[in-house]
Structures are given as C-alpha cells and as structure tokens.
C-alpha cells in the first residue's frame, strides 16, 4: 500500500490526477455537476457561444476550460416570461454589471449584449464548435435559438432545462438524436446528425 506522507498543497503536482472545475460560488440555476460537465465539454472547444449567460455561473466554467474564445450572449435584462420571478432581479439592478465583475477578467471572453436571434447574424454556418442554449424557455424562444444557432454550430449543440418551459417540444421538433448527459442538460453531437 502506497500512502501520502506529506499534506497536498497544489492537487495539479499530483500526476495523474483529473482537475475538476471548482464551482466559485456564482449564483445561478445549474448544479455543480452540471457546470463540470460543462467544464469538461469545453476543454475540446476552440469557439463556444453561450446563450443566456446571466450572473456567468455557467459561462464562468466554460471560460475555465474553453482555451479559445467563448461568446456570452444575452440582453442582461432578464427573459421576459421570468422577469416578475427568476430574474426579477433585473428590474432594479445592472445584471451585465455583476456578470463582468464575475467573469469580466477572463481574456477568451467576448460579449455580445443582443438579443439571441439577432447576435446569431454574426456567425457563419458551422462556424462555432459548441453552443450552449439557456435563453428564455418558452416555446417561441427555445424555437428561434434551435432555428438560428443550430446551424452555426459544428460539433456540440446543447443546452439546459430539457425539461422546462417550452424546451422538450423544441427539442422534439428539432427531430435530432439528443441525448441527456447529466441532469437537466441535454445535448446533440452534430456528427450522428
């Protein structure tokens, strides 16, 4: 039996060890291992574009293991069907304001404060390695975000809440082999499509 005689003080000098993504505490709606998913995904990807990025709970953990550029795209002003509850936040606050504090230090950063279907214009079909969707969940939004970034995505199309609001019926309709890899995320790799 091999022990460990002295105290770890850097887990990366440990060889053969796997780094887990450190959840920093952002607020937010996605769970731990959710954001290690995410984390992990990333890690493979040169350019992601995140939709819906709010406080950057999640966009903090795919600028983490995103080595490239990772595209935040959201209005910051809260989805319209969440604005009295989840986000009600954004009636009185500068949500954008607290999203760079957050995640502003980052380098690989670029944010792009429009509306979803409108920052979509800006890339070319199969132009982006990953975008992950957490926009507004109703129906005719989850339905615009699969209609514009579908396309411009090359390698992984996914998303959170796969259950919420409008987004099953969507992905039904996208009629694409989907898979749920961890909990309420739910992706497609554009290669068996």
């Known amino acids: 039996m091999n022990f460990l005689l002295f105290p770890i003080t850097h887990i990366e000098d440990i060889p053969n060890i796997r780094l887990l993504y450190k959840d920093i505490g952002i607020n937010g709606f996605m769970h731990e291992t959710e954001l290690q998913w995410l984390y992990e995904k990333a890690k493979g990807m040169k350019t992601i574009v995140e939709v819906g990025s709010w406080f950057g709970r999640s966009t903090h953990a795919l600028l983490s293991g995103c080595r490239g550029t990772v595209y935040a795209v959201d209005t910051f002003k809260g989805s319209a069907s969440q604005i009295d509850v989840e986000h009600?936040?954004?009636k009185n606050h500068d949500v954008k304001e607290v999203f760079l504090k957050n995640v502003g230090h980052f380098k690989n950063l670029v944010v792009i404060q429009e509306d979803s279907s409108v920052a979509s214009k800006q890339f070319k079909d199969n132009s982006i390695d990953m975008i992950f969707i957490d926009g507004d969940h109703?129906?005719?939004y989850v339905k615009k975000d699969f209609d514009h970034w579908f396309p411009k995505c090359k390698i992984l199309f996914c998303g959170h809440d796969k259950d919420e609001?409008?987004?099953?019926?969507?992905?039904k309709e996208l009629n694409k082999i989907f898979f749920n890899p961890i909990?309420?995320?739910?992706?497609?790799?554009?290669?068996?499509?």
């Open 138 to 140: 109703t129906y005719e």
């Open 183 to 193: 909990q309420t995320i739910w992706s497609i790799p554009i290669f068996l499509n």
């Open 165 to 171: 609001g409008g987004v099953p019926k969507a992905l």
């Open 88 to 90: 009600a936040y954004a």
